[in-house]
């Protein structure tokens, strides 16, 4: 005998599991910080067509105005307009933390999961590697890259894509190794199934969840790395701004222009706090733990 659902009792009701966006749009926290990144992004790519001012137009006889109608964030020494500079050195900043994220996250899911799935001396000479560079500090490699090679947005993006490469390939090869004991990868080897395609069918959508966490992290400390290596002089060259560049010009007028440096930190400070909290919101989700308590408590 079939029992209606609908008949019984609301205690008796078999609960419904929440979908993925609706668990997520349901974090007051994650919905602001995604608004306030995609505000971000879209202020940053259509920097070119708002912002007010060159980037690089100088008006001598303007420098160190302070935030007024005509400069919203002001002018920097050189009489540029903060405000427009600000909104091209984020299309900047998240143009190269995107790429050299991308980088780190297909060559180092790709080893991380071969090393994971195969295991035996694959595992171990891939993991060698991968430790060797995890002995090195982030920036400190990150700087001995740029160092081999001529300072750039170019050279920036394959010093922090580099770095932050070992990152995922650990993050993939502990997801992986849960995965390839599973019943299905199993029954896939035994029929002679090619590695190439139960890595890319079975183990790949099932490590994704870690991994959509790790790619929204990593993009923050992108962000971070891309500002202190240009702080250094080692990232974008002038006269092409970018947030960390103007940090660096800006320490030279603490005391007369506070705003040369508020704006281009807050940019730096926002935009990492809010992939931080998105990955967040993410992992919640994601996590069948905390996606278990998080619905328990939406049905109480």
């Known amino acids: ?34 608004s306030v990144l995609a505000l971000i992004v879209i202020a940053s790519v259509l920097a070119p067509w708002i912002a007010p001012y060159g980037i690089n137009e100088i008006d001598v006889a303007g420098a160190l105005a302070p935030p007024s109608g005509a400069h919203w964030f002001g002018t920097d020494e050189l009489g540029r307009d903060v405000f427009s500079r600000v909104l091209a050195a984020g299309s900047t900043s998240l143009s190269i ?9 297909v060559v180092g899911v790709g080893l991380g999961a071969v090393a994971g799935y195969r295991g035996g001396w694959t595992d171990a000479a891939i993991m060698r590697v991968v430790d060797v560079m995890f002995a090195f500090p982030v920036l400190l490699l990150a700087l001995a890259i740029v160092a081999i090679f ?11 894509g580099v770095v932050y490469t070992p990152i995922f390939a650990r993050v993939s090869r502990a997801s992986a190794l849960s995965v390839r004991t599973s019943p299905f990868v ?25 991994i959509v966490v790790q790619t929204s992290l990593s993009l923050a400390f992108a962000i971070l790395s891309e500002a202190a290596l240009s702080f250094l002089g080692l990232g974008i060259q002038p006269p092409s701004p970018s947030w960390g560049g103007m940090l660096f010009t800006a320490q030279g007028f603490l005391t007369q222009a506070w705003w ?20 967040d919101g993410l992992r919640d989700v ?8 998080i619905e ?3 049905t109480r």
């Open 186 to 210: 199993q029954v896939s080897q035994t029929m002679g199934t090619p590695a190439a395609w139960i890595l890319y069918r079975h183990v790949l959508p099932n490590i994704a969840g870690p």
């Open 150 to 160: 001529q300072p750039g947005q170019l050279t920036t993006m394959i010093a922090i």
């Open 1 to 34: 005998m079939t029992v209606d659902p609908i008949a019984l009792p609301t205690a008796e009701r078999p609960r419904s599991r929440m979908s993925t966006g609706r668990l997520f749009l349901s974090n007051p926290i994650s919905v602001v910080s995604a």
């Open 97 to 105: 933390a995107a790429v050299a994220v991308l980088f780190a996250l």
């Open 260 to 279: 040369m440096s508020v704006f281009p930190g807050a940019a730096i400070f926002v935009t990492a706090l809010a992939f931080n909290l998105v990955g």
């Open 296 to 298: 328990a408590k939406r």
């Open 286 to 293: 994601l996590d069948p733990r905390q996606r278990t308590l």
